[in-house]
């Protein structure tokens, strides 16, 4: 008589009625792809989970010593805790003043030393009027003359049609509006506090007519970002509140990012809110080089595009693995252990200055183990989930874009993510939570000339204050492309 199964055998046992139960699940909810594509439990199943087992068993070495060297770095990074004593601040205007003891005759005391406090303050805004006058003049003795000589000063030359507002106040409100993300209503009520009554109106007039005005040089710094052979492309919506006694609809804008080391920027492109493939395709129809993206299936396009080279987002990737948390805890933790990994390296690289080639050897010889041995493990897990829970969209998505993800490590220039384009929106999405919506296609369209100019001026590490005040008093309406391109935020700097 046949004792009591082992413990072990039940495992096995259980693993493949788990299998199966998956494989059924599939064959009953899946749609008509998956239940075509997808096949159950195989004789070859024994054989992926070896091969996961052997990969990563050859990696053990190589991630033990990333992780000391992550450890190491970590350690070595670490800082006391506690307040800072003082703050740093720089151009900042300083005023002395030197406070003696009360009722003292100093001339019967020695200076031996002294102590200096530095105490910050603030005073509100100063908003005033200028007022120019402008004599009219004739030359003396010349009253009677038919044609006397008449002279005066000419009129200072307009930021705007009317000439009402000077170019440090426009950037003013430009800079609150689109960087420190303060709607106009909010503005107003600001220069209602220093004595100016402006209405909303006027002040949205003026962003739409400052964005006219830009508009040339958005146009030139478009053409200078897709000089660049390395890009990062996503999409980010907009809310748009066209259509009278309906919700908003979501419109999209598109943002490409200049990813080399020595960025001169992003720029915004928005085409009555689009989402459509045929954006991209136009605005990149000359791009020959490097493009980064997450897995929206309009980039699909360019992977048959000659000297094009597509690369992917290793965190969209993770952010799937993440989802899969709750309902897959265990294989879940076992992807991000190896997206982690990978993310250790990069660190360890960028701490200690690596060179672009150092970079791509290192990457080769560590992270593509780490990324095969990732594929395997992915291989030999595939059946314990259905195409419709969290698991099952995280590999399928993976899958998709794994070709992509080891493209990376071909050149030390690119980075592992498209982690900076992403945060290049946080402005627009600060800009949606506050003045919530566009009331036209044209609207956004000037709010992508301004997020695209400010955006680029802190990339390239220019004060948007500064730039854009010098832009707007030196920028004229027939300038040439050449006179143009001086005026970038790259070339600011």
């Not at 740093?88 to 003043?97: A, I, K, N, R």
């Not at 107003?188 to 040089?217: E, F, I």
């Not at 908003?248 to 598109?254: D, L, P, Q, S």
């Amino acid at each position: 008589m046949k004792g009591q199964p082992t413990y072990e055998e039940l495992q096995v046992k259980v693993q493949r009625l788990t299998e199966r139960v998956a494989y059924l699940e599939r064959l009953l909810w899946g749609g008509k792809r998956d239940k075509k594509a997808v096949q159950g439990p195989t004789l070859f199943d024994e054989l992926f989970n070896e091969a996961a087992a052997s990969k990563a068993s050859a990696i053990a070495e190589t991630v033990e010593e990333i992780r000391k060297e992550a450890e190491k770095r970590r350690t070595a990074g670490k800082k006391k805790p506690g307040r800072p004593e003082r703050y740093l601040y720089m151009g900042v205007p300083e005023e002395w003043h030197t406070e003696y003891p009360s009722n003292v005759n100093l001339d019967e005391y020695d200076i031996i030393g002294k102590d200096v406090e530095r105490i910050l303050h603030r005073t509100p805004a100063r908003v005033w009027v200028e007022c120019i006058e402008r004599p009219i003049l004739r030359r003396k003795g010349q009253k009677d003359l038919p044609s006397p000589v008449i002279l005066q000063a000419p009129a200072p030359v307009a930021v705007l049609g009317g000439g009402h507002v000077a170019a440090d106040f426009l950037v003013g409100l430009l800079v609150d509006k689109f960087v420190y993300h303060i709607p106009e209503y909010r503005q107003v009520k600001m220069y209602a506090d220093s004595g100016v009554k402006l209405s909303t109106s006027t002040l949205n007039d003026w962003v739409h007519k400052t964005a006219d005005k830009l508009y040339p040089l958005y146009e030139t710094h478009i053409d200078d970002i897709l000089q660049s052979d390395y890009l990062q492309v996503d999409e980010v919506p907009w809310r748009i509140a066209d259509r009278p006694g309906q919700s908003c609809r979501h419109g999209y804008a598109w943002q490409f990012r200049d990813a080399r080391a020595q960025s001169h920027g992003t720029y915004f492109y928005y085409h009555k809110g689009s989402r459509a493939g045929e954006i991209p395709r136009a605005q990149l129809r000359h791009f020959r080089g490097a493009i980064q993206t997450d897995g929206y299936k309009v980039y699909d396009y360019f992977e048959s595009v000659t000297g094009i080279v597509l690369l992917t987002c290793m965190a969209h990737i993770r952010r799937k693995f993440i989802e899969a948390q709750k309902s897959h805890p265990v294989q879940a933790a076992n992807a991000l252990e190896y997206i982690a990994t990978l993310y250790m390296l990069e660190e360890n690289l960028r701490s200690r200055g690596a060179s672009e080639e150092e970079i791509r050897v290192q990457r080769i010889e560590k992270a593509l183990p780490v990324i095969d041995a990732m594929e395997a493990w992915m291989e030999s897990v595939q059946y314990q989930c259905t195409p419709d829970d969290a698991l099952g969209k995280a590999l399928e998505y993976a899958y998709k874009l794994w070709p992509r993800v080891r493209r990376y490590a071909d050149d030390g220039r690119y980075l592992i993510d498209n982690n900076p384009v992403e945060r290049g929106q946080r402005p627009t999405v600060m800009g949606r939570k506050n003045f919530l919506f566009s009331q036209t296609d044209q609207g956004a369209e000037d709010n992508a000339v301004i997020y695209s100019l400010l955006g680029s001026s802190e990339i390239v590490g220019v004060n948007p204050l500064k730039w854009l005040e010098y832009v707007l008093a030196n920028m004229k309406p027939n300038d040439t492309e050449e006179e143009l391109v001086k005026l970038l935020p790259y070339n600011f700097k």
